[in-house]
């Protein structure tokens, strides 16, 4: 399993590929143009459309760079966009250059976790410095794709390989993607138009309800709660801060708002975290959720990055079983027991 490289390894590969970003031009046919399947797919508001349509008609070419690598496909497609298919778009409409044959794109070389690097997090960068609509959910969609596009059989793409490549930590790519399993339809809808800020649709990931979590949603959209009012009704056993008594004379130490870090490890760790403490004594666990065993893989990981008094971690590994196949299935593969069917 590839490892998390450091924050300053990742900002020090991003600055490398952006300043080594030199593409050249050249005239592509464009029936062999196609746009990058798992490149972000921002959404252009009708005006800013027509600007850049009157903008390209003015340069006889894309308003914009358009980013593209070499490519080979049984489409007879020998180029793909990987940035920049909204300028494409523009100069190709019909109000400008709708039956331009050949189309001057900025060609560059690279492999595939470049491609993924410039198609993903490069162009949602671009896309938000020149205003077009994207939110997390677009990234998010565009990241799954990736996965899926580059894998194969015995080599797949996993989270913490895509978030490599595109020089962000994993724990950040975990929490996107879970916002496509996590949320209701509406609530999407309401993280892509911008009406519902990321961290409260974070937040609404643990609520049970799929009908509470789009009322909730909707409520939150409209300005009618804090964050932190949101995050206490999803979060029912939500603590207030607490204090630790300390020897006359000095200030008293905030253990901390048990709310505040659970949402801070969820987020660190990718998965949902509860932070359960008992009495003044403080005796409690941290209870960190898996769903699976690359998860599970990856959770131990971070936790040997960060975890450096190894006796602080004891406790126990619970593995639940949904249904009678679930808990075949698991015990058999576990070794307890070589009868397939348990009666």
């Known amino acids: 399993m590839q490892g998390q490289?450091?924050?300053?390894?990742?900002?020090?590969?991003?600055?490398?590929?952006?300043?080594?970003l030199a593409p050249a031009v050249q005239t592509i046919a464009r029936d062999q143009i196609r746009r990058a399947p798992y490149a972000v797919n921002a959404d252009v508001p009708h005006a800013q459309h027509n600007a850049m349509v009157d903008h390209a008609l003015e340069l006889g070419g894309p308003p914009g760079p358009v980013i593209a690598r070499k490519i080979s496909t049984e489409e007879g497609h020998t180029v793909e966009v990987l940035c920049g298919w909204e300028r494409l778009e523009a100069f190709t409409h019909k109000d400008a250059y709708p039956r331009a044959s050949a189309i001057p794109l900025g060609i560059i070389?690279?492999?595939?976790?470049?491609?993924?690097?410039?198609?993903?997090?490069?162009?949602?960068?671009?896309?938000?410095?020149?205003?077009?609509?994207?939110?997390?959910l677009l990234y998010a969609t565009a990241a799954q794709t990736a996965i899926e596009h580059f894998s194969k059989p015995g080599d797949p793409w996993k989270i913490q390989?895509?978030?490599?490549?595109?020089?962000?930590?994993?724990?950040?790519?975990?929490?996107?993607?879970?916002?496509?399993r996590g949320l209701q339809p509406r609530t999407r809808e309401l993280l892509q138009q911008g009406l519902l800020k990321a961290q409260d649709a974070k937040t609404l990931l643990a609520e049970r309800s799929p009908e509470r979590q789009e009322r909730l949603a909707a409520q939150a959209s409209k300005g009618m709660m804090s964050t932190r009012a949101l995050y206490k009704l999803?979060?029912?056993?939500?603590?207030?801060?607490?204090?630790?008594?300390?020897?006359?004379?000095?200030?008293?130490?905030?253990?901390?708002?048990?709310?505040?870090?659970?949402?801070?490890?969820?987020?660190?760790?990718?998965?949902?975290?509860?932070?359960?403490?008992?009495?003044?004594?403080?005796?409690?666990?941290?209870?960190?959720?898996?769903?699976?065993?690359?998860?599970?893989?990856?959770?131990?990981?971070?936790?040997?990055?960060?975890?450096?008094t190894d006796p602080l971690l004891k406790g126990t590994l619970t593995m639940k079983m949904d249904n009678k196949r679930e808990a075949n299935a698991l015990l058999l593969e576990l070794g307890a027991n070589s009868d397939p069917d348990l009666s």
């Open 161 to 180: 390989t895509l978030a490599n490549a595109l020089c962000i930590n994993r724990t950040t790519l975990s929490n996107r993607l879970r916002l496509l």
């Open 234 to 308: 999803v979060h029912p056993d939500y603590e207030p801060p607490q204090t630790i008594a300390s020897p006359r004379g000095q200030k008293k130490q905030r253990l901390g708002d048990l709310g505040a870090m659970e949402q801070t490890l969820s987020e660190n760790y990718g998965t949902a975290t509860t932070i359960a403490m008992e009495g003044k004594q403080h005796k409690g666990y941290v209870d960190m959720a898996f769903h699976s065993l690359s998860e599970l893989k990856g959770l131990l990981e971070q936790l040997d990055k960060r975890i450096d």
């Open 5 to 20: 490289p450091s924050r300053a390894s990742n900002n020090d590969r991003k600055s490398r590929l952006i300043r080594l």
């Open 109 to 136: 070389d690279c492999n595939a976790s470049e491609a993924a690097f410039y198609a993903i997090e490069y162009a949602y960068q671009d896309q938000k410095a020149a205003g077009l609509n994207t939110s997390p």
